[in-house]
């Protein structure tokens, strides 16, 4: 009688170590072949903490596009630091500045200083720089329960700022 062979299960596409999907809040599996039974690969659907708002219903579409708005702005503006080179430009003095970082960094500022010290802060620390919004209220000496509420009125006022309907 022949020994049955175990069947060794090959996969192609990487799906993280056992922990990072463990510490992830939301995964989905998207097929990267058109092919009935191809490789698929995982993405985690969670990774800002305004992603995990939303993913939670804690704030709504508005309010987080508004904060996606909001960091995409951020970064045109070069408030990020680059990790990698940049290719395209021609770079002499170590830095790129063009028009369009000038005019997202005015609109930045213009926005920060409409929204109020403390909005803005709430605005910077949690679209842009990834902090809880609980942690955020702790930092302005609120209490930290109200964290969400503050995120709140701050993305609706971002969304009233861009002009977004309600």
């Known amino acids: 009688m022949a020994k049955k062979k175990k069947k060794v299960?090959?996969?192609?596409?990487d799906f993280g170590t056992p922990e990072r999907k463990s510490q992830a809040g939301a995964i989905r599996f998207?097929?990267?072949d058109k092919r009935l039974g191809g490789p698929k690969r995982m993405?985690?659907?969670?990774?800002?903490?305004?992603?995990?708002?939303?993913?939670?219903?804690?704030?709504?579409?508005?309010?987080?596009?508004?904060?996606?708005?909001?960091?995409?702005?951020?970064?045109?503006?070069?408030?990020?630091?680059?990790?990698?080179?940049n290719y395209d430009a021609i770079i002499v003095d170590g830095t790129s500045p063009t028009y369009t970082h000038g005019e997202a960094f005015?609109?930045?500022i213009r926005i920060l200083r409409e929204l109020g010290q403390d909005m803005g802060k709430v605005a910077m620390w949690v679209c842009c720089e990834g902090m809880n919004a609980n942690e955020a209220a702790v930092q302005l000496d609120h209490d930290p329960r109200g964290g969400i509420t503050l995120l709140r009125l701050t993305l609706d006022a971002l969304g009233d700022e861009f002009g977004m309907p309600r």
Not at 9 to 13: A, D, F, K, Y
Not at 62 to 85: I, T
């Open 106 to 108: 005015s609109e930045y």
């Open 43 to 85: 993405r985690v659907m969670s990774q800002t903490p305004l992603d995990r708002y939303f993913q939670r219903e804690q704030i709504s579409r508005r309010q987080f596009e508004a904060g996606e708005k909001f960091y995409g702005l951020w970064r045109r503006a070069g408030r990020s630091q680059r990790l990698v080179s």
């Open 30 to 32: 998207e097929r990267v």
């Open 9 to 13: 299960e090959v996969t192609l596409s």
